[in-house]
Structure formats: C-alpha cells, structure tokens
C-alpha cells in the first residue's frame, strides 16, 4: 500500500473528487434531516455547507481547486432556473385568477429585498462594488451572480449572500408564518420563493406541495423582476 499522505495529496488535486465529495455530505445531510423529521434548523444545504467549509479548511484546499470539481453542480443552476417554466405552467389557471395579488405581493417583496439591501449597505458605508454584490442576494443564484458581474460587483461574494439569504428564509419561514397565522400555502409559498429563491422552495416542498409550487412562481418572477429592479435601485443609491 502506498503512503497515505501521498494519496491523500493526489485525490484532493483531481477534480472528480470534489464533485463526489460535494454530492456525498450533501445526500448524508439530507439524511440526517430526514431523521429529525425536517426540521427547519436541520436544513440541508446548511449543514453540507458548514461540513464542506470544514473539510476545506482542514485540507487547505484554494477555492478555485475545489470550483474545478464542483463546478458540473454549478452548470446545472442554469438549466434548473429554466425548468421553473413548470411550475409556472402547472399553475397557470390559479395564476391567472390571482394576478393582481401575486403581481402587487411580487413587486413589494422583490423592492423591499433590493432597497433595504442597498440601503443598509449605503448607510453603513460599505464599498460600492460590495453593495453591487450584495443587491441581487434575495433571487436565485445563477440570475443573482448575473447581475453582480454585469453591474461589477464580486461574484464569489454575491453567491455566498444568496446562500445565506435562502438558508436564513428556509429556517424562520414555518415558525414566523405560523406565528403571523398566515393559513393559506399558496400565500406562504410564494412569500418565501421571493424571498428566499431556491433554499426557501425545497422548504417549501418538504412542508406542503401547494406551498412548494408556488414558491417555484415566485422565485421565478422574482428573478425577471429584480433583474429590472436592482440597477433602478443602485442608480437611487450610488
């Protein structure tokens, strides 16, 4: 047998291996979850997050060695930010009754995100080029890392903001709709797709279907819509 140290060293440069890892502690964290019976402090992607970080640090592992293998889970945002088509499509009867309330509740939230976003970053006299990069944290990734480079902001920064923002919404969104007796799951759904992107949708879908396909409905008009939304609000600011 060879020395451990050396096939260590080797596995850690080759690419497949990051990938294998990353989809390896994400399904042991999703079952871990399951076990508790999803429990919204046991959240998935939180906890592959902070055990992929750990592994990371203790290997001394660059970002840009481990992006070489996981960067295939990257690609496949694009195409999973298009298959929201679905949802919308699924729901397309339901959608065209609530039109004026989805729109107004879209716009409200989407403009809420961005200006609050934006304005803490001002008021708290952040570099310009980090409040770019923190403007687009409440929609999906791939569409949020978009604007950022567009607009010149840090991209890597931007995709750790939206990570956190979904995490955060995925977390306190069953305790404070409850606590605001918010019944209906088409209303909880949706709030938390716009708020909380992709993170706060597989919450949703563990919680209750209804809420789950229209918090796809809203992260995905949440994106067109901050797309439009966010270079407004860093033009009022900036």
């Known amino acids: 047998m060879g020395d451990p140290a050396k096939i260590w ?39 592959a997050v ?19 293998g996981a960067q295939f ?21 339901t959608i ?11 716009v409200a939230g989407s403009a809420a995100a961005a200006v609050s976003a934006v304005g803490l970053s001002v008021a708290f006299g952040l ?6 990069s923190i403007s687009p944290k409440s ?9 950022s480079d567009a607009l ?24 404070l709709m409850n606590g605001l007796r918010i019944r209906d799951w088409r209303a909880r759904g949706f709030a938390v797709g716009v708020a909380a992107h992709g993170i706060g949708t597989a919450r949703a879908f563990q919680v209750n279907e209804v809420a789950g396909a ?3 409905i809203g992260m995905a008009l949440n994106a067109l819509v901050t797309s439009v939304l966010v270079p407004f609000v860093l033009g009022l600011f900036l």
């Open 9 to 47: 060293s080797y596995l850690t440069t080759e690419p497949l291996w990051w990938l294998s890892c990353t989809i390896v502690i994400y399904l042991a964290a999703d079952q871990v979850s399951k076990r508790v019976g999803r429990h919204a402090l046991a959240n998935p992607v939180l906890m």
């Open 50 to 68: 902070c055990v992929m970080a750990v592994v990371l640090w203790m290997t001394e592992t660059p970002y840009w060695r481990y992006f070489e």
């Open 73 to 93: 889970i990257h690609f496949l945002l694009g195409p999973a930010t298009v298959a929201l088509a679905i949802p919308l499509y699924s729901n397309r009867s």
């Open 96 to 106: 065209r009754r609530l039109v004026l309330p989805m729109v107004a509740a879209l």
């Open 127 to 132: 570099p310009e080029q980090v409040v770019v």
């Open 139 to 147: 929609t999906t990734a791939p569409v949020a890392i978009g604007i």
């Open 152 to 175: 010149g902001g840090i991209t890597s920064l931007t995709a750790v903001l939206v990570i956190l923002t979904g995490v955060i919404g995925a977390v306190i969104v069953t305790p």
């Open 214 to 216: 229209f918090a796809g």
